[in-house]
Structure formats: structure tokens, C-alpha cells
């Protein structure tokens, strides 16, 4: 009998403050917001104060502290023709790029909004084989970088749509799936595919293309390393492995700590009922992490 499993995906806020300095490096968890299955990519404002992501077909804040959850109005869109997969804020707070998908075509297309809503714009347009995803913003908001999966590239363009163009930071040409900028200015933290390893990987390269570095080295994981982000002062790396998310120095010297915990008692093969922590974004004080989990 084939059944359908309904997740509910919550977002999390860990404070890193509660972790132990002996042995337990295992974080204190807040739950601040319970929704559907497609609750996607959070992302702190630079204040600190809220918690932008995205459910569906639309954008939301939301408080720190779980309150005052807010919807951000968008004109002239149906939330049954758009659904959203990520997003960003710019770090002055005044606009969002996200990528989303036009259900009647099919594409992954890049969209810039005003923080307080409007009319999204659509900044770059998915051609017949392209489909453009995954944008952040740079640290002084004169670039949103962002991917193109048909040829596993990294692009960048000005905010008002102008000079798009691609960027050739890495030596490695498996697919792409995300990129986060470092805050300050220098360089990509990319996640691929590592076709050696078959598994996803992650590395650092400057900007200029003048260095690249494996973050975490390969004896430490044997399966995928997912959904990477920077710490405020670019020391660290938190990302998802497994079912729980890890920090390590993003320097690629250091040993990866575990600061998630699941009491599932193991949830391979065929059991759909397991936790899984993605999608950690790192508060600008450097004092929590937000996630999403199942």
C-alpha cells in the first residue's frame, strides 16, 4: 500500500551560548514557527531581529522570538503560478532576491522585491535549457550572485539588472547547488557534487581566483556535506551532514562539531519519519543559527 507523509517542516533558532565547552557541544533549540512541507531557506535581517523565508508561494517574516509573523505583499502575483525556493535579504534590509518557478513553464528564475512588498521584478529570465537559482546577495549589496544549473555556473548582476555576467572562480565543473558570499567581500562558499567522492562536497575560492580549498576534509564524512553558510566574522562553516547540522573552521584545518542531536533511534531504509536539520543561516551577532528541520 503506498502511503503519502505529510512533513511539518519548523523553523529553529540554536543558541550557541547554551552549548557546553567540555564534551557536549549540543545547542539549546527555540521552535519559532511550524508550516507545510515547503518552508524553505531562512535568512536573517541584519539587525538581527527577524527571520525572513519562504512558504510556497510567498514570502514571510518573522520575529526572533516567533512573533509577529508577517507576509510580504507582492502585486500582481498568484501564489498558484509562483512557487519560491530561496531567498535573500540585502544587507541595508531594503530588498529581497529570490528565485522562484512560473508553475505553466517550468524555470528557475531570479525576482528582486522591495522588503516592504510591491510588484516583484524579474531580474534575470530562464531560457529554454537554463534555469537560474540559489541568489545571495554581495557584502555591500552591489551584487546578487546566484546559479545557472545548465552549465553549473556562478553568475553575478547589478541590483538595477545591469552588467550580468558569469564569474569563473572554481576549478571544479560537477553540478552547483548552492553559494553563499563571505562577509568580507573575498570569497564563494560553494556546495557540488564531488564526482570522485559521489557525494556533495564543499569549497572555498576567492573571488579574484586566486585560492581554493576543501572545507572539510574527506576522511571525516563519507556522505553528503549540504546547505553551507558563513559565520558573521568568516571563521566558521555550519552546514547540514546525516540528520544534523555541524561547524567547522572554514580554513579547512579543523575537525567538524556536531551541534544538533535527534533521539530517532537511526531512520535509514525505508522509515519516512526522520528529523533532518537544513538550511542553517548565521544571526549577525554570531549568537544563534536558524535552521529548518522535519
Not at 530562464?126 to 553568475?155: C, K, M, Q, T
Not at 572545507?215 to 556535506?225: L, P
Not at 533532518?276 to 528541520?293: E, N
Amino acid at each position: 500500500m503506498r502511503k503519502v507523509i505529510i512533513f511539518t517542516i519548523n523553523l529553529i533558532i540554536i543558541s550557541l551560548l547554551m552549548m557546553c565547552s567540555d564534551d557536549n557541544n549540543i545547542g539549546v533549540v527555540t521552535e519559532i514557527y511550524s508550516g507545510e512541507s515547503s518552508v524553505k531557506s531562512p535568512k536573517w535581517t541584519a539587525d538581527g531581529e527577524r527571520v525572513l523565508f519562504t512558504d510556497g508561494g510567498a514570502l514571510y517574516f518573522i520575529d526572533s522570538d516567533g512573533s509577529n509573523l508577517t507576509e510580504i505583499p507582492m502585486i500582481n502575483k498568484n501564489e498558484d503560478e509562483l512557487v519560491i525556493y530561496s531567498c535573500s535579504i540585502s544587507n541595508d534590509g531594503r530588498y529581497i532576491a529570490f528565485s522562484a518557478v512560473e508553475i505553466n513553464r517550468g524555470l528557475s528564475e531570479i525576482y528582486l522585491i522591495s522588503s516592504e512588498g510591491g510588484e516583484p521584478v524579474k531580474l534575470v529570465e530562464a531560457g529554454e535549457d537554463d534555469n537560474y537559482h540559489s541568489p545571495v546577495w554581495s557584502y555591500d549589496d552591489e551584487w546578487i550572485y546566484f546559479l545557472r544549473s545548465y552549465d553549473s555556473s556562478i553568475w553575478r548582476i547589478r541590483p538595477d539588472g545591469t552588467d550580468m555576467s558569469s564569474i569563473d572562480i572554481f576549478s571544479v565543473s560537477n553540478p552547483f547547488y548552492s553559494i553563499k558570499c563571505s562577509n568580507d567581500g573575498r570569497y564563494i562558499l560553494l556546495e557540488y557534487f564531488d564526482d570522485i567522492n559521489k557525494k556533495n562536497d564543499m569549497l572555498i575560492g576567492a573571488i579574484d581566483n586566486s585560492e581554493e580549498w576543501e572545507v572539510v576534509d574527506d576522511r571525516y564524512f563519507s556522505s553528503d556535506e549540504k546547505d553551507p553558510c558563513y559565520s558573521p566574522d568568516d571563521r566558521w562553516v555550519c552546514f547540514s551532514y546525516g540528520f544534523e547540522l555541524f561547524i567547522v573552521s572554514s580554513d579547512g584545518s579543523g575537525v567538524p562539531v556536531k551541534i544538533t542531536e535527534h533521539d530517532y533511534g537511526g531512520c535509514g531504509g525505508a522509515t519516512p519519519l526522520c528529523y533532518l536539520d537544513m538550511m542553517p543561516d548565521w544571526s549577525p551577532d554570531g549568537q544563534y543559527i536558524v535552521f529548518t528541520t522535519t
